[in-house]
Every structure is written in structure tokens, then in C-alpha cells.
């Protein structure tokens, strides 16, 4: 079974930092790139980052860049997220997602693990 | 960026209805790189459409894609009680990547 899981979210205080993971099963990892969404509460879904199947290519929204790094760790089948001087805005459910069918980044997210809840407060 | 726009916001019908929901984009989405997803409460979002028109691996043909350059549609048939949800549209044609704000369909 395809299996997207997330972990390491949690409370968190402004300016803190956090590492969201996420573990795959069920499909070649590495033929795959991967992207995280998040959703605040009641919120819609915000885009935050993508990654290529090598890591040669990574993108992130306006509203992370600088602050959120991206990496992934093909040989554990993971993908990471990085998370520095956390603001209250950062507050909402982050998802890993698995592209439909490609290498590239540039497609449909077919796959989408459960999130993981990170709250960003004093 | 490319900015997109859902309408209606909220579309409220009964089952065996049809529903149309409409995706426009502030520029060209190349290639017609436009998904569709179906997120219900408490639920991880669901591909539905990719590629503006092409059903996702197991969705039913109720649901159906179409337009290209800045107007799209997602169009159900006739709706199942299972179908209400709220329907995010995407594109993934250029970075960052977007969402709209979503179209909640809801019973009457």
C-alpha cells in the first residue's frame, strides 16, 4: 500500500525551530518528487515547498522562503522540512505529498499522508 | 505568481444534482497544468483531475474536467451524498505552486 506518514509536529514557540519528516512505503521513492501543503486552521490549502526526485530542483512559497528548508533522504525514504524562526502564522497542518507519476515537480499530487499538527505560540 | 479564483463559494444542492465549479486563473496555466481535489472533513485532500481534464486512478466518471488557459470547470454529474466536500483547484504549471480558496458544496 502507497503510505505517506507524517511526524514531528507539536507546540512550538515564536522564533523556535522545528523538523516536520515524512515516511514513504509502497512506491519507489526516489522516482518521485515530493511537496509539502499546509492548511491553518479552518484555511485553505497553501503550497509551502517542492522538492525533485535528486534534490537538484527546490521551491518554496514566498511565505517560507529564507526561513524553511526542503531536503530529502532518498536511501530512508524520507523528505524533510526544516522549520526556523517560526511565526504564529506558521500555525496549521502540514501534508507531504507524492507527485502523480514523474520525476518532476511539475505535476498532480496523487498521494497525501494524514499531516502533522504544528502550533506555533507562547 | 498566478493567482486563482473559485466561484461559487459555497454551492449548495441536492443529491442527484448537477454541479458545475469554476476555477479562473489570473494567467495562462501552461500546459493545462490544473488539478482538481476533493477534501472532506477531518480528511486529507484527494486528487481528482490532473492535467485539466484526466480522471485520477479510481474516481469516478460523475466527475469531469475541462477549459484551458485561465477558465476551468469540474463538473459532477449528479451528486452522490459522499460527493459533498469542499473542491480545491490547482496549479502546478509554474512556482509557486497555488490552490484557489475552495468551493464547498453542501446539501440543500
Known amino acids: 500500500e502507497v503510505q505517506l506518514v507524517e511526524s514531528g509536529g507539536g507546540l512550538v514557540q515564536p522564533g523556535r525551530s522545528l523538523r516536520l519528516s515524512c515516511a514513504a512505503s509502497g512506491f519507489t521513492f526516489d522516482d518521485y518528487a515530493m511537496h509539502w501543503v499546509r492548511q491553518a486552521p479552518g484555511k485553505g490549502l497553501e503550497w509551502v515547498s517542492g522538492?525533485?526526485?535528486?534534490?537538484?530542483?527546490?521551491g518554496y512559497a514566498d511565505s517560507v522562503k529564507g526561513r524553511f528548508t526542503t531536503s530529502r533522504d532518498n536511501a530512508k525514504n524520507s523528505l524533510y522540512l526544516q522549520m526556523n524562526s517560526l511565526r504564529a502564522e506558521d500555525t496549521a497542518l502540514y501534508y507531504c505529498?507524492?507527485?502523480?507519476?514523474?520525476?518532476?515537480?511539475?505535476?498532480?499530487?496523487?498521494?497525501w499522508g494524514q499531516g502533522t499538527m504544528v502550533t506555533v505560540s507562547s | 505568481e498566478i493567482v486563482l479564483t473559485q466561484s461559487p463559494g459555497t454551492l449548495s444542492l441536492s443529491p442527484g444534482e448537477r454541479a458545475t465549479l469554476s476555477c479562473r486563473a489570473s494567467q495562462s496555466v501552461s500546459s493545462s497544468y490544473l488539478g482538481w481535489y476533493q477534501q472532506k472533513p477531518g480528511q486529507a485532500p484527494r486528487l481528482l483531475i490532473y492535467g485539466a481534464s484526466s480522471r485520477a486512478t479510481g474516481i469516478p466518471d460523475r466527475f469531469s474536467g475541462s477549459g484551458s488557459g485561465t477558465d476551468f470547470t469540474l463538473t459532477i454529474s449528479r451528486l452522490e451524498p459522499e460527493d459533498f466536500a469542499v473542491y480545491y483547484c490547482?496549479?502546478?504549471?509554474?512556482?509557486?505552486?497555488?490552490f484557489g480558496p475552495g468551493t464547498k458544496v453542501d446539501i440543500k
Open positions: 505529498a507524492k507527485v502523480r507519476g514523474s520525476v518532476s515537480s511539475f505535476r498532480a499530487f496523487d498521494i
Open positions: 522538492i525533485s526526485w535528486n534534490s537538484g530542483s527546490i
Open positions: 490547482q496549479q502546478y504549471g509554474s512556482s509557486p505552486f497555488t
